[in-house]
């Protein structure tokens, strides 16, 4: 074994860590990489074909961090010389005689941003849009700038940018302790070897507290298997495929929401789904319990009905298709995006499933300049850890 050094080391290598190392790397760092598995890989919550990316969040400080992102994956694209993302607009559906708060949030944060849109009345969004059905208490907003990014495809192409851009990337190499040492350094032990570094990130999703425990601290993230299913169009003519036109929806449903895709990446399926998940532990997560089995199928129940109340056209009998990922949710559901409150070379990035990967490039953003003591881009106080009163200090 080697003692090896670096200014900064990231812990896991899903979207929001490349991000991190990309803007390193941008600043001349001498970074090391860790992700614990090889890739590609479904063992955390960067994997899949697709996520949503839009700038239609009622909260400032969610749509504040999407002008670069968008600008981020367009570079992205053009680095990697292939698509990446698909505009095809993001419908959002708000009952407004109990969420009209919301609905003029994300109107107000589309004006700042400058973003394309139209409000479209509830008994006119199947005019507009045809599939879909709701009434006149609903109200609609069309962001069309929005779409789909094509997540494997991302990754991949990210991980190869990092890589030219002289990242050193260790993948299948497990990090299993990480500690302060005196005179501002950190100690990385990892499955193979032993490193040093100024600095250290923790993006390391389900398993950020295994090593935050050994530094006195935990998060209060909840760790959750979610459903991703797909459901077949039964129309004559494909309403529902991005090729026609037909655009990604929201319906938020209390702290949750409903969403869909466009029929995109199985032939004559679309993507919907639920933002709930049942708790689990990201190492056995395929050990399905009874009551996991129950809680799934009242989630894929909630989903059905939706479906009826909503699509016209869409087989509700059963999802023609089901895959997983895990999500790691903080109490509000907001980031967390801070220091180690005691060792502030320990940077955290946690909470980010349901917005992390549309986010990835402005949080990777906030990251990097944290770790190397410059001032973020954006304002950190919404993703403070000490909004959690949960948190133990261990």
Request: charged share 25%.
């Amino acid at each position: 074994m080697t003692d090896q050094y670096a200014d900064v080391i990231i812990v896991g290598g899903g979207i929001v860590g490349l991000w991190t190392a990309y803007h390193l790397a941008q600043h001349g760092t001498k970074t090391i990489l860790f992700e614990q598995f090889a890739y590609p890989h479904t063992r955390g919550s960067s994997h899949g074909q697709s996520r949503i990316t839009r700038t239609s969040y009622c909260e400032p400080e969610y749509a504040a961090l999407m002008p670069e992102s968008f600008r981020k994956w367009e570079e992205l694209e053009d680095h990697a010389r292939k698509k990446l993302f698909i505009k095809t607009g993001l419908l959002t559906v708000y009952d407004v005689t109990k969420r009209a708060d919301d609905f003029h949030s994300i109107l107000k944060n589309l004006e700042t941003h400058k973003v394309n849109h139209e409000v479209v009345s509830g008994d006119k969004i199947g005019k507009r849009f045809p599939g879909l059905m709701f009434d006149s208490m609903h109200r609609g907003i069309h962001d069309a700038d929005s779409g789909v990014l094509l997540a494997d495809q991302c990754v991949g192409a990210l991980r190869s940018l990092v890589l030219r851009k002289g990242i050193e990337l260790r993948e299948s190499e497990q990090v299993l302790s990480v500690k302060p040492l005196h005179g501002e350094k950190v100690s990385v032990k990892t499955v193979k070897d032993t490193y040093h570094c100024q600095s250290v990130i923790l993006t390391c999703g389900p398993y950020i507290n295994k090593l935050l425990e050994k530094n006195n601290l935990k998060l209060p993230v909840e760790l959750l298997r979610v459903q991703v299913t797909y459901w077949k169009d039964t129309s004559s003519k494909d309403k529902y495929s991005a090729s026609n036109g037909f655009p990604c929806v929201m319906i938020p449903h209390g702290l949750a929401c409903f969403y869909c895709m466009p029929s995109l990446e199985y032939s004559g399926l679309m993507k919907l789904g639920w933002h709930i998940g049942t708790p689990c532990d990201p190492t056995a997560r395929d050990q399905l319990t009874p009551e996991w089995r129950r809680a799934a199928d009242s989630h894929i129940e909630a989903i059905r009905k939706n479906i009826q109340t909503h699509y016209t056209d869409v087989d509700s009998s059963d999802p023609a298709l089901i895959e997983s990922c895990i999500y790691t949710e903080t109490p509000d559901r907001n980031f967390i995006i801070d220091h180690h409150p005691e060792h502030r070379n320990i940077v955290i990035g946690s909470g980010f499933s349901g917005h992390g990967f549309k986010t990835a490039p402005s949080v990777g953003h906030m990251l990097a300049n944290m770790a190397l003591g410059l001032q973020p881009p954006y304002n950190p106080e919404p993703f403070a850890l000490r909004r959690c009163s949960s948190i133990s200090r261990l």
